[in-house]
Nanobody
């Protein structure tokens, strides 16, 4: 059983940056990890995923603005978000999967989830 805890959310102005972090209770080096987000009234969507060996993929909406990274020695997962837009406002979730990384990111493929951290981007 893996427990995930996110941190780093908050309010930021459009154009600003924010860094989200996720720490796992156990070793996650073999897991595919990802960030998802869910805005009010919308479905949960995949933002970025990273394989166990560090290969990363991004949703088109965040490509070039967000960077996902992981540290398998610390069991952490980060998401650096730059050039934030009001449309990025959502609850952001860290997730872990025993499956290989595939696109598009599908929430049903992920076995473990954090409680989420809120990001609010104001214009």
């Amino acid at each position: 059983q893996v427990q995930l805890v996110e941190s780093g959310g908050g309010s930021v102005q459009a154009g600003g940056s924010q860094r989200l972090s996720c720490i796992a209770s156990g070793y996650t080096g073999y897991y595919t990890m990802a960030w998802f987000r869910q805005a009010p009234g919308k479905e949960r969507e995949g933002v970025a995923g990273i394989s166990s060996n560090g290969g990363a993929n991004y949703a088109a909406s965040v490509q070039g603005r967000f960077t996902i990274s992981r540290d398998n020695t610390k069991n952490t997962l980060d998401l650096q978000m730059n050039s934030l837009k009001p449309d990025d406002t959502a609850m952001y979730y860290c997730a872990a999967s025993t499956r290989v990384l595939t696109l598009p990111l599908n929430a049903r493929d992920y076995d473990y989830w954090g409680q989420g951290t809120q990001v609010i981007v104001s214009s």
